[in-house]
């Protein structure tokens, strides 16, 4: 669906910097250089990482220039963005790898014949010292110490590296390198883009202008999205995973996931925002028709319709789903060891709260004992399931 410029400037925003520049700069009429960089340490991306990306693909609709910057240069002596402590150095081969598995997805939402990828160490690999001199004395420790995480650490007296505090001039280079007009990011990178709108400034450039998302929050509706919470919608699920985990979102959650995670008309979501605020409306079905439309975005209409029919099948009339794996079991496990082994929770801390929750059945009997011991099955298999959306056969191996 394809969005008027007054929607792809308010709906979904967290912050422009600024916006009367911004429209000023789309009113000359001359194709904008978006730029968007990833770091290639964390190349699985979730709905919640595609918020801004979708925001490119508005955009390069519009007619403007998306550049995707491949931070391989600066993962290699790690990026410490938004973090508490340093993060590990990767290898050449690592980066590499990573940025292959990150725009697989992310051409799944942007147009790849109109995007320019460009690699950091197209620049940084001709860096000399005397290059590294001139752009870190643009900034100064008090620019850096407004970091809010650096400051932090700063004074609380743990270790604060000099290449750590580098890394955001590094970044802001990039908008040197590439003449970004627009740079795209979270809330969480916000130091990160002005300290590029700054460079700009500083060097006699015309500023970048900041176009800032919010922070998607996890399907629990709390915080935002993580990998060890077990709230998170991934690129990569099947369809009928995602459209289970979207019905399994939070109501309080379901307003900014129709908001910045769909396509669906601006005056459809706002009416169904109004709906659920009065209660006028059961937010079931307003998950089935988001979860629709996700399940579209990054698969395809047949695939959720598809996903739809399976969910109404397995939850609606409580039947199994037509398709499960098989975990071959070779001896007892316990149920905390066998729930992290087959993925349905991310560590026995997490399995623990689930079977303390009543979430956890094997052939429709609830588990509550921590220590359960699960058996083989002596004949044929058995069915372990948490909620209704996790299922697994089990076997003697």
Do not use: C
Request: charged content about 30%; proline content about 5%.
């Amino acid at each position: 669906m394809s969005f008027s410029l007054d929607e792809i400037l308010a709906r979904g925003v967290a912050e422009i910097i600024t916006a009367a520049e911004l429209r000023a700069r789309i009113a000359e009429g001359k194709p904008l250089r978006l730029k968007m960089g990833f770091d290639p340490s964390r190349p699985l991306l979730t709905i919640g990482n595609m918020v801004g990306i979708r925001k490119l693909r508005q955009f390069q609709e519009l007619g403007h220039q998306v550049i995707l910057i491949v931070g391989d240069w600066t993962a290699q002596i790690g990026d410490p963005s938004g973090k508490d402590e340093t993060r590990k150095m990767l290898s050449y081969e690592q980066t590499q790898a990573n940025a292959r598995t990150f725009m697989d997805q992310f051409f799944k939402v942007v147009d790849k014949d109109k995007t320019e990828v460009r690699w950091q160490s197209e620049w940084f690999g001709k860096f000399k010292l005397d290059d590294v001199f001139h752009l870190a004395k643009t900034f100064t420790l008090a620019d850096m110490l407004e970091h809010e995480t650096f400051r932090k650490r700063h004074e609380a007296g743990q270790p604060l590296t000099m290449i750590e505090l580098l890394y955001p001039a590094l970044q802001a280079y990039d908008s040197i390198a590439i003449d970004a007009d627009v740079e795209f990011g979270g809330m969480d990178q916000k130091f990160n883009i002005l300290a590029g709108r700054q460079l700009q400034e500083r060097r006699g450039k015309r500023p970048q202008q900041v176009f800032l998302v919010p922070l998607l929050p996890g399907t629990d509706g709390n915080a935002k999205m993580g990998k060890s919470l077990g709230n998170t919608i991934d690129v990569y699920d099947t369809p009928n995973d995602i459209f289970g985990k979207v019905m399994s979102i939070a109501d309080s959650a379901l307003p900014i996931y129709l908001t910045v995670a769909s396509d669906l008309p601006t005056n459809e979501v706002e009416e169904y925002k109004r709906e659920l605020a009065k209660g006028d409306v059961n937010p079931r079905d307003i998950k089935m028709k988001l979860a629709s439309d996700i399940v579209t975005q990054f698969h395809d209409a047949a695939a959720a319709r598809d996903a739809e029919q399976e969910f109404i099948r397995v939850f609606s009339k409580r039947e199994l789903p037509s398709e499960m794996e098989t975990f071959d079991l070779p001896a007892p496990m316990s149920i905390v060891d066998l729930l992290v082994a087959i993925k349905f929770a991310p560590s026995k801390s997490q399995a623990r709260q689930l079977l303390q929750q009543g979430g956890v059945k094997l052939n429709e009997m609830t588990i509550t004992a921590l220590d359960e011991q699960i058996a083989p099955p002596t004949e044929g298999e058995a069915i372990l399931s948490v909620g209704r959306r996790k299922f697994i056969r089990l076997r003697r191996a």
